[in-house]
């Protein structure tokens, strides 16, 4: 399960990616120039959620001037299912 910023899907839709930097099965690495030709990896929702709270604080000093806000990134969680090479077999 691998989490990452969210996606316009549905809880347990399936989702493709084709955007591969790397791929490695049974000691083969290939690795894209800067994306894997004809890779894709077939995941599925799994659920959404938000990540840990940041604090972003500004402050100047002498200047009275301080700023506090916090932010919480929404994520989904995905499943991988299948990771096909391609071309790049």
Sequence with gaps: MIKVERL???QGAEVELDKVLLVAQDG???VGQ???PGAKVMAEAVD???GKKVMVFKYKS???YRRKKGH???YTTLAIKDISLGEAA
């Design 62 to 64: 002498k200047a009275r």
């Design 72 to 74: 919480r990134q929404f």
């Design 48 to 50: 959404e959620g938000k």
């Design 8 to 10: 316009a899907v549905e």
């Design 34 to 36: 800067p994306l894997v």
């Design 28 to 30: 083969n690495v290939v």
